[in-house]
């Protein structure tokens, strides 16, 4: 069973951020499965790998997108994402130099993010481009 299920409330009203952010979710819902079984270690580098892929090419269409509508909370928005993957550098850093309880670390760093910077910033963008008619 999945610990996280897609909803409304995750939604930013722009098919192309939520089509990343379900791609999220589904990073979530595998490291859960895996952590489920006692395997949580074992998928962990494809997790992380997957994740800074994630990071990279998302933030990239978020931030392309607040410069088309001059976005007013680009700074801050932006801050968030450096925030993100810095953190998420870092856990690989710590995967990488053999860190037992990871994968713990991992998920409830990802669930997090699901639940904070979706929530309060991506959905605010979602609007925006939704205002100014540039929502997908």
């Known amino acids: 069973m999945a610990f996280f299920v897609w909803s409304d409330d995750l939604a930013t009203g722009d098919a192309r951020i939520d089509n990343d952010h379900q791609q999220l979710v589904q990073l979530v819902n595998d490291l859960y499965d895996a952590m489920k079984g006692g395997k949580g270690n074992d998928v962990l580098k494809k997790t992380l790998d997957e994740l800074i892929r994630y990071t990279a090419s998302h933030f990239r269409r978020e931030e392309s997108l607040m410069a088309q509508i001059t976005y007013a909370d680009t700074a801050v928005h932006?801050?968030?994402?450096?925030?993100?993957?810095?953190?998420?550098?870092?856990?690989?850093?710590?995967?990488?130099?053999?860190?037992?309880?990871?994968?713990?670390?991992?998920?409830?760093?990802?669930?997090?993010?699901?639940?904070?910077?979706?929530?309060?910033?991506?959905?605010?963008?979602?609007?925006?481009?939704?205002?100014?008619?540039?929502?997908?």
């Open 78 to 136: 932006k801050a968030e994402h450096e925030r993100l993957v810095k953190e998420v550098l870092d856990l690989q850093k710590r995967f990488e130099s053999g860190s037992a309880t990871l994968s713990i670390t991992v998920f409830n760093f990802l669930s997090d993010w699901l639940r904070k910077h979706i929530k309060e910033c991506d959905v605010k963008l979602g609007l925006a481009l939704k205002q100014r008619g540039r929502a997908a």
